[in-house]
């Protein structure tokens, strides 16, 4: 008897294992029952059950997405942005799936972008193609094709004309899911893949002649600025908890109200927020920050924190709201942009807690940077000339110069002082005389000893030197 693990059936099992795990125990036996009679197994009724029901135990933490039925309504989109993608390189793509029998449409943030009558940042295509077949379709067009390392999740990226990089997914529907990656199968539903996504809004598929295809009722969503998962809430976080923040994300992008979240989205995220504790720190910053620069960020990240979001991104338990509202509506009244981790910086009240931000959201060694300097020379209004503090900052620290500068910028933004920031844009620092160049010019000795005047050798004095010199031309203004 050989014992076989459920999962292993996936490329078997016709119709595949997913519908037999939610049709039970019976139809997962008649199955194998099938192979059997083909001679592929020799199962007892014993070993199923007991496979079943160990894979079960075992894999307690993954689940089997149910196949969601969807009601397809298609439109017409006929808008000058939409033709206007039409480059003779995507024409080309298009003609070369349709020349060998296979059907693309364009897919997710494309097709909602579009019909919002917003430029695509990017366009994700969608085909019933899978990447072996698409293979063999480039390579007999001629078509150069880059990026391998996309092939396993189902995605070909073809480069034509050396101009444009398309890249091509074939659809798939998630077998096994276990809160941050999903086991997948191809599959030439169209349906099916739709009823993997996340968000109604991001489900929907454009045919290149312009017809919608939406099996969810993302048009109507998006036309009442509606943000809603696909199916049951519930089912769609525990896939992936990432969708948690996503869909504060889109949020911001398309509702025209701060805070009108429906009660069972508000009520599946609070079931399952602690999920976000599987959720590596580079995925979580990267949805983060973009909620901190978007649409009623402030009223979000409020709501994120109500919901327990905080301590499982790595904020304090207690976080500063008190200072986070307040720096929020300075800025929010500024012209200048400011940069997320600045934005963050507020609910934090010393450098330990930034640290511990810091570890569990994985930082740019910039942003580390940026994010500990605000905390350490924010709200110095007892400085009676702040102006030469921050000369004096530029010119003794060991950071690169163009880094201080930002961080320095974005200190006198969340401390709101609007002249100090002109006045500091506007000052350059004095440039020591003597280079490398120079010397090199002079021709003197490589091992030469520079002498400072009055004997001014350590890089310390050579900085003081540089801040009379700082401090004089500041006495004159």
């Known amino acids: ?113 579009l019909l919002m009558n917003k430029q695509p940042a990017d366009i994700d295509f969608a085909t019933e193609a899978t990447p072996d ?56 539903n169209w349906e099916l893949d739709s009823g993997r996504r996340d968000l109604t809004i991001n489900s929907m598929f454009l045919g290149f002649d312009g017809t919608v295809f939406d099996y969810f009722n993302g048009v109507v969503d998006l036309e009442n600025r509606l943000v809603r998962f696909v199916g049951n809430p519930n089912d769609r976080i525990r896939e992936d908890y990432l969708r948690i923040l996503r869909y504060f994300r889109f949020y911001g992008k398309i509702s025209e109200h701060p805070d009108k979240h429906e009660e069972s989205t508000v009520q599946a995220i609070r079931e399952n927020v602690a999920g976000l504790q599987r959720i590596s720190g580079e995925r979580l910053w990267m949805e983060l920050k973009k909620i901190l620069l978007g649409n009623h960020c402030q009223n979000m990240v409020l709501k994120m924190l109500e919901l327990g979001v905080g301590c499982y991104i790595g904020l304090p338990e207690t976080p500063n709201i008190d200072e986070y509202k307040t720096i929020f509506e300075r800025l929010d009244n500024s012209k200048d942009s400011v940069q997320s981790v600045t934005y963050l910086s507020a609910f934090l009240r010393n450098d330990t807690e930034a640290l511990k931000l810091n570890s569990r959201l994985k930082f740019s060694a910039f942003e580390r940077d940026l994010c500990l300097f605000v905390i350490l020379h924010r709200n110095k209004e007892g400085i009676n000339n702040l102006l030469r503090y921050f000369q004096t900052v530029l010119i003794c620290s060991k950071n690169k110069s163009k880094d201080v500068r930002v961080f320095i910028e974005e200190t006198i933004k969340y401390d709101g002082n609007v002249m100090l920031l002109e006045q500091f844009q506007n000052w350059e620092p004095p440039r020591f005389p003597v280079t490398g160049h120079v010397l090199v010019e002079m021709r003197l000795p490589r091992k030469l000893k520079l002498l400072m005047p009055n004997g001014l050798n350590s890089c310390s004095k050579g900085k003081k030197l540089i801040l009379r010199t700082v401090n004089q031309a500041n006495s004159s203004i």
Do not use: W
């Open 1 to 113: 008897m050989i014992c076989v693990k459920i999962y292993s059936f996936v490329k078997i099992c016709s119709p595949p294992l997913y519908s037999c795990c939610y049709q039970g125990q019976a139809s997962f036996r008649k199955r194998v029952s099938s192979l059997t009679n083909y001679g592929l197994f020799t199962l007892t009724h014993d070993l199923v059950s007991n496979t079943f029901r160990r894979n079960l135990n075992s894999q307690s933490t993954r689940t089997y997405p149910k196949l969601l039925k969807g009601n397809l309504k298609t439109m017409k989109l006929e808008s000058e942005m939409f033709k206007e993608l039409f480059t003779p390189e995507l024409k080309l793509l298009v003609e070369t799936f349709v020349k060998h029998g296979y059907e693309i449409r364009m897919a997710g943030g494309a097709v909602r972008d």
């Open 133 to 188: 077949q698409m293979k063999v379709m480039f390579e007999t067009e001629g078509i150069r094709m880059i990026n391998a390392k996309g092939e396993q999740h189902g995605t070909i990226t073809a480069r034509i004309n050396d101009k444009e990089n398309f890249e091509v997914t074939t659809l798939r529907i998630d077998v096994v899911t276990d809160g941050r990656h999903a086991e997948v199968e191809f599959t030439k």
